[in-house]
Antibody, heavy 129, light 113 residues
Framework: EVHLLESGGGSVQPGGSLTLSCAASGFTFGNYAMSWVRQAPGKGLEWVSTIGGISDRTFYADSVKGRFTIFRDNSKSTLYLRMNSLRPEDTALYYC??????????????????????WGQGTLVTVSS | DIVMTQSPGSLAVSLGERVTINCKSSQSILYDFNNKNYLAWYQQKPGQPPRLLIYWASTRDSGVPERFSGSGFGTDFTLTINNLQAEDVAVYYCQHYFNTPLTFGGGTKVEIK
């Protein structure tokens, strides 16, 4: 069974930094793209970033590009999100989510961004002075 | 960026009735090479993470009850819940994965009348 456990959230002042972690189990972590999605209190879902499984290519929402870095340690089956220059509007519950795998492009290459098959419970980030 | 617009924002339906939720994309999310619509639906119950219901616009994820169905192509999509059950009270989101940025609809809150 897939299990995703986020950690690392907390309260930080504007301009501060945090690194979120997502410990994965129940599947061969390195074979799957992984994503971060956030949800501000009482609001909808916002995709933040995706990292490929085999390719390690990264993708970011414009709202976080240049401030956030997604990376992974396949030996530890862990996904990370390094968040710098945090703003009050980054306040949200941050979910990590697993790609379904097996989806290809028209060139038969692994497609890194697809639907989000499994989700963790989330970790809360609060940016406030 | 592809904008996903859901309607209605909320609705209240009696138990056993049918729910219809609409999702419109600002451009086609149908790829010619495989004739597939790059759209997913999720259910989010209060205090829980989202749960995948449907992908490729109409394929139910494993374990999803048959009363949930997805339809549509191109830019217009529908999630239908037949025979609404009490446990279906949730917010439902559509999401495209045609390209990045992945974007979600604003959500539709389903309640029991």
């Amino acid at each position: 069974e897939v299990h995703l456990l986020e950690s690392g959230g907390g309260s930080v002042q504007p301009g501060g930094s945090l690194t979120l972690s997502c410990a994965a189990s129940g599947f061969t972590f390195g074979n799957y793209a992984m994503s971060w999605v956030r949800q501000a209190p009482g609001k909808g879902l916002e995709w933040v970033s995706t990292i490929g499984g085999i390719s390690d290519r990264t993708f970011y929402a414009d709202s976080v590009k240049g401030r956030f870095t997604i990376f992974r340690d396949n030996s530890k089956s862990t996904l990370y999100l390094r968040m710098n220059s945090l703003r009050p509007e980054d306040t949200a519950l941050y979910y990590c989510a697993k790609d379904p795998g097996g989806v290809t492009t028209k060139f038969q290459l692994p497609r890194e961004y697809n639907w989000l098959e499994s989700w963790g419970q989330g970790t809360l980030v609060t940016v406030s002075s | 960026d592809i904008v996903m617009t859901q309607s209605p924002g909320s609705l209240a339906v009696s138990l056993g009735e049918r729910v219809t939720i609409n999702c419109k994309s600002s451009q086609s999310i149908l790829y010619d090479f495989n004739n597939k619509n790059y759209l997913a639906w999720y259910q989010q119950k209060p205090g829980q993470p989202p749960r995948l219901l449907i992908y490729w616009a109409s394929t139910r994820d494993s374990g999803v009850p048959e009363r949930f169905s997805g339809s549509g192509f191109g830019t217009d999509f529908t999630l239908t819940i037949n025979n609404l059950q009490a446990e279906d009270v949730a917010v439902y989101y559509c999401q495209h994965y045609f390209n990045t940025p992945l974007t979600f609809g604003g959500g539709t809150k389903v309640e029991i009348k």
